[in-house]
Nanobody
Framework: QVQLVNSGGGLVQAGGSLRLSCAAS????????MGWYRQAPGKERELVAT???????YYTSSVKGRFTISRDIAKNTVYLQMNSLRPEDTAIYYCAADLRLRYVLDGTGDYWGQGTQVTVSS
């Protein structure tokens, strides 16, 4: 079992920054592929970014150049640095983990955090 705890959300003005954290415990973190998803009110859950166990990253087009996903193996934590935030980034953000990257990419990963609210005001 892997437990994921999300933190770091909040209210920020457009153009501001936030850093989300996803702390993992329970298993060998290094073997897991990780991702961040978000879900806005009335919308489907959307993949934001992923980072493989080897450090390869992927970003959805709307956040490229503004968001950065990273992982700290020693701290068993994955981060999502969000810069130049826009009102359309407002959503609940969830981290996900799985030993198989394709399940992180398609949203069917085994493990999920509880979510953290990000609100961007205009």
């Amino acid at each position: 079992q892997v437990q994921l705890v999300n933190s770091g959300g909040g209210l920020v003005q457009a153009g501001g920054s936030l850093r989300l954290s996803c702390a993992a415990s329970g298993r060998t973190f290094t073997n897991y592929h990780m991702g961040w998803y978000r879900q806005a009110p009335g919308k489907e859950r959307e993949l934001v970014a992923t980072i493989s166990s080897g450090g390869i990253t992927y970003y959805t087009s709307s956040v490229k150049g503004r968001f950065t996903i990273s992982r700290d193996i020693a701290k068993n934590t994955v981060y999502l640095q969000m810069n130049s935030l826009r009102p359309e980034d407002t959503a609940i953000y969830y981290c996900a983990a799985d030993l198989r990257l394709r399940y992180v990419l398609d949203g069917t990963g085994d493990y999920w955090g509880q979510g953290t609210q990000v609100t961007v005001s205009s």
